[in-house]
Every structure is written in structure tokens, then in C-alpha cells.
């Protein structure tokens, strides 16, 4: 959307639309900033690591940085946040950037790719093996730049009203899904729907969909999926992590001091950290209640997961081809997870294997 409409949802004065976000910022001492986020409020885990969020910033700054943190559809919708923020109507967003793969696929890797890094790589990619200079070249032009805040860790497959046994089950499943996910499953004849979180339940209640995946037990229990859907798939193929990120007007971000980006930065930080904390103790509870209550785990066929593998491999080959951006992100983001997995092959895969016996 125009800036202007952005500004007129923000309550922003007619008559102050015409000054820049950072003129607001240097008129008082206190920043007194808003934060959009693409999650409903009521999924206390991934809301609140915008909550997280705003509470490092006051402590961090000693109460020089007030963050007011806004759930999807309150200010703006879950999925237009990014416009939001770009526009200068809310310096900050709390969103996933696979959201925004329609702009360009590249948004995608930085949120997770199907048969891609689990959480600790991939925040070890962007913070240290090259992905958050990748990152800023991607949101750059859009007058953003984003940051590493918050991680699911390992999701599930999703919950599916029928049984999944063989590729040909997956003909004309309606499924809801996010990020380059949805051309994988396009590809392998499931038509696709893009939803927010708050509105997953009701489709897949009321039959609109036939499966749906989100995060994980904690969060598929709170949204009450399993009251929709018998069957829950793992493993998360689809996304073995989701990074979340704290999305900030660039205009503003360069007009900061050095101090007050490193307090916005390292609070980002500490939210990413205690969200995996928090999803980490809190599934596996979770999960155990959803299998008394009668929902059925399942493990995808090894010929389905091949399915969606070779799926995945022809997306990921046509977007490199279509975009010299993609093409050059993808193969850093392979590069490395050839040679993180090299290592944890040795150390925790070996361990894992003894550890469950696999």
C-alpha cells in the first residue's frame, strides 16, 4: 500500500505526513517507537518474542527505547506488516520473512527452506557465515533492514484430515502452508492456500482446507488444530527451523547512534534465544497432551518425502535460475550447510543416532 495509507492507519496527522520517521524520533528523548506483528496475540509463545522484544529494549536502554507492541490485525494485517514498516507508518515489525516470498523468492531462506539448516545453523549462517550481508542486500532497496528475532526450532509436518500413505494422496489436498513450501506441494498436485495463523483453525474446521501446518505442538495445540484434523505428520521437511525477524524502517535504523542500534540489535537477539528456550520446554508437554486427546502422530512415507525432496530440488533450481540474487544466496546458504553438516554428522548426529537409537 502508499505510505500515506500506512500513516492514516497509524493515526499519524495529515499534516505531519510530509516528515520522516526520523524527524519524529529526534524530537523527543525517549524513542517512542510501535511494533506490528504478523501473530495473533492470543499464540503467547510467537507474539511474545515481540513482547520479549520491546522489554530488552526498555531494560537495555535504561527506558530511553519504549517499544508498544500491536498483534496482527490490530494496526495492520499479519501479512502487511513489511509494507508497514517500509513505508515509515511503524518503525518495527515482528514477522517471518518467507511471508514475502511473492516479492522476491529470496525472502524465503531467510525464514527457512525445505530440507534446510534446523535453528542452530541457520542462526549461525546469518549471523556469522555470511547471511546477514545477504540479508541486508535483500531488504535494502525495500528501506528495511532485518534481524535474527526468534526461532521455532524443528517443526511438525502438519495436521491432514486423511491419511497420507502415498504421493498420489497428496492429488487435490487443499493445504495451508507458507513460504516456497506452498510451490512443493503445487508441484506435486495439492492446491495451496496462504493464511495467517488466526485463521487456520476455522478453514480446516469448517473443511476449506483439507491439511494445514504451522509451528509445532505448543502453538498447533493453542490454535486447536487437533480439534480440526485426526492426523499429525512429522517430520518438518518442510521447515527444520523458522527463523523469525524484527524488521526496522532503514531510514530510521541509519539515523540512530551506534548505541542505540547495538540495544535494538542485541535485544533481538536475547528474544531469538529465549523463543527457542521457550518452544524447546514447551512441546514436548504439549505434544504428549495432544496424543491423550486422541490426535494420531504419524511419520510421512519415505516415497512421499522423496517426493517432496525432488519437488523441492526443481523450485529451488528455477528460482536460482530466474533471480542472479537468489542464485548467489542459495549458494552461500549450501556452502555452509555442506560444511556445518559435516561437522555435526560427526559430533551430535553420531550422538543422536546412540541417544534414540537410530
Known sequence: MRRREFLQKAGVVAASATLSPLMFAKAQNTLRW???????????????????????????????????????????GGFEVFDA????????????????????????????????????????????GGGQELWNELNEPENLIAFNSGNTGVQMGGWFKREINTPADLQGLSIRTAGLVGEVYAKAGANVQSLPGGEIFLALDRGAIDAADWVGPYDDEKLGLNNAAPYYYTPGWQEPSATLCLYVNLDLWNG???????????????????????????????????????????????????????????????????????????????????????????????????????
Open 34 to 76: 510501535e511494533l506490528v506483528s504478523s501473530f495473533p496475540q492470543g499464540l503467547d509463545t510467537i507474539f511474545g518474542g515481540g513482547e520479549d522484544f520491546a522489554r530488552y529494549c526498555n531494560e537495555m536502554s535504561g527506558g530511553e527505547i519504549e517499544v508498544t507492541v500491536y498483534p496482527a490485525g490490530a494496526q495492520v
Open 85 to 128: 514498516v517500509a513505508s515509515g507508518a511503524f518503525q518495527l515489525a515482528h514477522s517471518a520473512s518467507y511471508y514475502f516470498v511473492g516479492r522476491r523468492a529470496a525472502h524465503g531462506m531467510f525464514t527457512s527452506l525445505p530440507f534446510g539448516m534446523n535453528a542452530q545453523q541457520q542462526i549461525a549462517w546469518i549471523e556469522v
Open 256 to 358: 540512530l547512534d551506534v548505541r542505540h542500534q547495538s540495544i535494538i540489535q542485541n535485544a533481538a537477539r536475547s528474544a531469538n534465544t529465549r523463543m527457542l528456550a521457550n518452544y524447546d520446554s514447551k512441546n514436548g508437554a504439549a505434544l504428549q497432551r495432544l496424543v491423550e486427546s486422541g490426535t494420531e502422530v504419524r511419520t510421512f512415507p519415505t516415497e512421499v518425502l522423496d517426493t517432496f525432496r525432488q519437488n523441492w530440488n526443481e523450485v529451488n533450481a528455477e528460482k536460482a535460475a530466474a533471480d542472479p540474487f537468489y542464485a548467489r544466496a542459495v549458494a552461500s546458504y549450501e556452502e555452509f550447510m555442506a560444511s556445518v553438516r559435516g561437522w555435526h554428522d560427526t559430533s551430535e548426529a553420531a550422538w543422536h543416532r546412540y541417544v534414540y537409537g537410530g
